[in-house]
């Protein structure tokens, strides 16, 4: 099916118009993590209900109830059902992306203000938190609307908007209303596929399609001992130190050339097959990419194939921080009596945070135990979700290489993701669909990280991508 191409010229005329949308959408601070910016959620769930609502889409917020952050019990914010068109001659498509970000502070080491869109003419990028994660693309489907409102076209397929202001932390509340949605007569009845904006190319040049992502499990490791800080010159030497412990404990999950070093893990994971080596060993990328990417010539591996496969088809364990340390300019000579640290799994076929969980949890127990410490061990898992794999011969994943193909002029790459998207997962097994990742930024946008960003050709062409999807769903998808 040909895309009419007043499409795309509309959205090279509009250009100005969705960057400034996207300004308005990064200049709200909508931090999931941190109970004081709550409220800017809320905010952002506004600012896309009215974005829907001025181009003919019904919504609905939901309310997912309240959670315990920061010691508080505060509201969750809403998700946002949406629906237009209900032709049952066309294919239903559910669109998913997320309206929170990640917390951000300039005095992280930003060039810029997190949360003011700062647009570098030279360079041709976006600079702003949630700019490429997952503002960027969420507003590349209003733009796609916009487009087909404003012209009078007719969309060629009906769409479905499932957008939530938790994915940045563990997506509290939506896997109940999705499964509590599925079935006659409920919101995503009649869905034939999903489509998810919320991943990257693996570099800077080659477009790609996701048919996998990792899961995760995250972990809070907590060690408290003294009643209250204690002085290093009056203590030190003379009691059990909660950091002393946490550092030891830690420094027994992993070796620096990422080997995971707690017991039975490996024995989950799925065997690799010379078939699926083969296609790490085509996909369009280098040590080069992930070095440039990563700022810094630190590349486990020389080998292309087994970097990859670090990164999407095999487990890793991070260390992210702990809580309760002095971290503070200066040199201060304290002995903290608690402290947390924080570290994840990311989990492949066949690993699930349920059969991994008690392999943690045991080891951790016995290696403290080795220390013969006074003070006292907690361990939670603060959030997890199961990995997933989808088929990437279904007609889904055929009209987005098409769709990709007439955008971009290159066929993509077809690949596994490292990241969790938890919610992926919920939809392929609820509704019992395929689903595709269709990525808008690229892999040096730097989610998650300092001056996080979005080329302003990967917003454009991206939202001529995502459009030209819908097309060609229409055109690829079998007749019902």
Not at 73 to 98: F, M, V
Not at 230 to 254: I, Q
Not at 264 to 276: K, M
Not at 376 to 386: A, F, P, R, Y
Request: charge should be negative; include cysteine; glycine fraction near 8%.
């Amino acid at each position: 099916m040909t895309v009419p191409s007043k499409f795309y010229e509309y959205v090279d005329q509009h250009k100005s118009d969705f960057i400034d949308r996207l300004s308005k959408a990064v200049a709200i601070p909508s931090v999931s993590g941190d109970a004081s910016y709550r409220e800017h959620v809320f905010e952002m769930s506004k600012f896309v209900v009215r974005e829907l609502e001025a181009l003919g889409v019904k919504v609905r917020t939901v309310d997912l109830g309240k959670q315990i952050l920061d010691g508080q019990e505060i509201q969750l914010p809403p998700a946002i059902l949406g629906s237009i068109g209900d032709d049952p001659k066309k294919k239903t498509i559910q669109l998913y992306a997320h309206y929170d970000v990640q917390p951000a502070l300039l005095s992280d080491g930003w060039d810029h203000e997190p949360f003011k869109l700062t647009h570098d003419e030279k360079t041709g990028r976006l600079y702003g938190r949630g700019s490429s994660d997952d503002k960027g693309p969420l507003l590349g489907w209003i733009n796609v609307l916009e487009a087909h409102v404003k012209l009078g076209l007719e969309l060629p397929v009906n769409l479905r908007f499932c957008f939530e202001g938790m994915e940045e932390s563990g997506s509290e509340g939506l896997d109940d209303l999705i499964k509590a949605e599925v079935g006659p007569g409920k919101f995503f009845e009649g869905v034939d596929c999903v489509c998810i904006s919320d991943n990257y190319w693996l570099n800077d040049r080659t477009p790609c399609l996701t048919y996998g992502l990792r899961g995760i499990s995250y972990y809070k490791v907590t060690i408290s001992g003294p009643a209250k800080d204690l002085h290093s010159g009056v203590f030190g030497n003379t009691v059990h130190e909660p950091m002393t412990d946490l550092v030891l404990l830690m420094s027994k999950l992993v070796k620096p050339n990422g080997e995971i070093l707690i017991p039975g893990l490996e024995q989950l994971v799925a065997p690799l097959t010379d078939e699926e080596r083969q296609r790490y060993e085509v996909l369009d990328y280098s040590i080069a990419d992930v070095e440039q990417s990563a700022g810094a010539p630190v590349a486990l591996s020389s080998d292309k194939s087994a970097v990859l496969m670090g990164r999407m088809r095999y487990p890793s364990l991070s260390l992210h921080g702990i809580e309760g340390a002095f971290s503070a300019p200066g040199a201060k000579t304290v002995i903290p009596a608690k402290v947390a640290g924080k570290f994840s799994i990311r989990l492949v076929p066949n690993m699930t945070p349920d059969n991994v969980d008690p392999l943690v949890i045991t080891f951790l127990q016995a290696e403290f135990a080795k220390l013969n410490s006074k003070n006292k061990l907690e361990v939670e898992n603060l959030h997890g979700g199961k990995p997933w794999v989808a088929d990437p011969n279904h007609w889904n994943y055929v009209a987005a290489i098409k769709a990709t193909e007439t955008v971009y002029k290159k066929t993509p790459d077809l690949t596994r993701e490292g990241g969790s998207i938890p919610v992926t997962l919920t939809f392929a097994e609820a509704l019992g669909v395929n689903v595709l990742l269709l990525p808008m930024g690229r892999g040096d946008d730097g989610a998650h990280s300092t001056n996080e960003k979005l080329d302003v050709s990967n917003y454009i062409e991206g939202t001529k991508l995502l459009g030209t999807y819908l097309w060609e769903v229409a055109a690829t998808a079998p007749k019902s």
